[in-house]
Antibody, heavy 117, light 107 residues
Framework: QVQLQESGPGLVKPSETLSLTCTVS????????WSWIRQPPGEGPEWIGY???????IYNPSLRSRVTISVDTSKNQFSLKLTSVTAADTAVYYC???????????WGQGTLVTVSP | EIVMTQSPATLSVSPGERATLSCRAS??????LAWYQQKPGQAPRLLIY???TRAAGIPGRFSGSGSVTEFTLTISSLQSEDFALYYC?????????FGGGTKVEIK
């Protein structure tokens, strides 16, 4: 059974960088696409982007200038970095496995990140 | 980007009744459409992909239909555990986009 678990700070100051890690267990990270999704309180989900073990990425244009997703096959982890955060970046951040042609079938439990001084 | 619009925003249904949720795409999504269920404090759960294929472990009372720009999720006989938020999401083009959601509540 594939499991994903997000980790990282729950509080980030404005203008700083949000950094999260997703640890994948029960399967190899060297297949599939690995996505980050966020959901502001009371709103619908927003797809941030994906990373692939080969190094390829696709990001949401709305965040492209601030986002980096990288995959570490040695640790079976992938990570999210979002620079220059503001209060608008406050959200629950989820990691998920993206299967071509099937959507996102495994999700982490989510982690709330609050941007505040 | 493809904008996904869901209706209604809230659907009030009695247990045992049928629920029909709609999702419209601003341009063709082909059949590259997924439905997710989300309960408070939980991550979304994949219900349907390919517009009509149930994901592993999803009960048969959930069914999806549609193509191109019009999609429907039907829950044939609502159980207590089905009262939740439902989102559609297209994966026909980047960026992946979600609808605004339909809340299915107890009538």
């Amino acid at each position: 059974q594939v499991q994903l678990q997000e980790s990282g700070p729950g509080l980030v100051k404005p203008s700083e960088t949000l950094s999260l890690t997703c640890t994948v267990s029960g399967g190899s990270i060297s297949t599939y696409f690995w996505s980050w999704i966020r959901q502001p309180p009371g709103e619908g989900p927003e797809w941030i982007g994906y990373g692939y073990y080969s190094g390829s990425n696709i990001y949401n244009p709305s965040l492209r200038s601030r986002v980096t997703i990288s995959v570490d096959t040695s640790k079976n982890q992938f990570s999210l970095k979002l620079t220059s955060v503001t209060a608008a970046d406050t959200a629950v951040y989820y990691c998920a496995r993206l299967v071509r042609g099937q959507g996102m079938d495994y999700w982490g439990q989510g982690t709330l990140v609050t941007v505040s001084p | 980007e493809i904008v996904m619009t869901q209706s209604p925003a809230t659907l009030s249904v009695s247990p045992g009744e049928r629920a029909t949720l709609s999702c419209r795409a601003s341009q063709s999504a082909s059949i590259n459409l997924a439905w997710y269920q989300q309960k408070p404090g939980q991550a979304p759960r994949l219900l349907i992909y390919g517009a009509s294929t149930r994901a592993a472990g999803i009960p048969g009372r959930f069914s999806g239909s549609g193509s191109v720009t019009e999609f429907t999720l039907t829950i044939s006989s609502l159980q207590s555990e089905d009262f939740a938020l439902y989102y559609c999401q297209q994966y026909n083009d980047w960026p992946l986009t979600f609808g605004g959601g339909t809340k299915v509540e107890i009538k």
